[in-house]
T-cell receptor, first 115, second 115 residues
């Protein structure tokens, strides 16, 4: 039972354009959402997060949008740069019961930004 | 600050052998985690420790044991390695479990191959 899904395994964009990475979840008890970026042979690094009481959070070129009614979040990167090429994971926490304190990760989306 | 460190970086085992993966953090975090990452699967939680002296099972605990040695160190032990445990293992830590306190910082990973 995949509670967090990233349905696009890969995304390719041109430098300077917008990258939009999508994530869907099924557990309505999730109350905190995070995006991580991962380069090859390195551990994931935290990028940006959003609480379920908000619908948008912005940090420089990165913006996360949360649509609770659709159980959908997205990460926008504007403008995209070649250094943004990495695997992006969305994650959710607060799933209630025995899920308290645990992050549930999506499968990841490989972003490639072409110069 | 080294952040989260893991040893070893690479390991090859034969089926049935045992080994311990070491993890240490210098951020004075309370909570620590062990994940495995397999192709197309995202990161899956093996075990976690909410605070010094406590450990709990995650999503995929079978075949593993953990020890929270002190606040800094959290080890993962494979008692009898199996080929299905071939994976990349990540250790992570966070201030706490929930919401913004639960933002996790990851180590560089251990690539384990079981023949």
């Amino acid at each position: 039972d995949q509670q967090v899904k990233q349905n696009s395994p890969s995304l390719s964009v041109q430098e300077g354009r917008i990258s939009i990475l999508n994530c869907d979840y099924t557990n309505s008890m999730f109350d905190y959402f995070l995006w991580y970026k991962k380069y090859p042979a390195e551990g994931p690094t935290f990028l940006i997060s959003i609480s379920s009481i908000k619908d948008k959070n912005e940090d420089g070129r990165f913006t996360v949008f949360l649509n609770k009614s659709a159980k959908h979040l997205s990460l926008h990167i504007v403008p995209s740069q070649p250094g943004d090429s990495a695997v992006y994971f969305c994650a959710a926490s607060g799933g209630g019961g025995t899920s308290y304190g645990k992050l549930t990760f999506g499968q990841g989306t490989i972003l490639t930004v072409h110069p | 600050n080294a952040g989260v460190t893991q040893t070893p970086k690479f390991q090859v085992l034969k089926t049935g052998q045992s080994m311990t993966l070491q993890c240490a953090q210098d951020m004075n975090h309370n909570s620590m985690y062990w994940y495995r990452q397999d192709p197309g699967m995202g990161l899956r939680l093996i075990y976690y420790s909410a605070s010094e002296g406590t450990t709990d099972k995650g999503e995929v605990p079978n075949g593993y044991n953990v020890s929270r040695l002190n606040k800094r160190e959290f080890s993962l032990r494979l008692e009898s390695a199996a080929p299905s445990q071939t994976s990349v293992y990540f250790c992570a830590s966070s201030v706490g479990l929930a919401g913004g306190w639960g933002e996790q910082f990851f180590g560089p990973g251990t690539r384990l191959t079981v023949l």
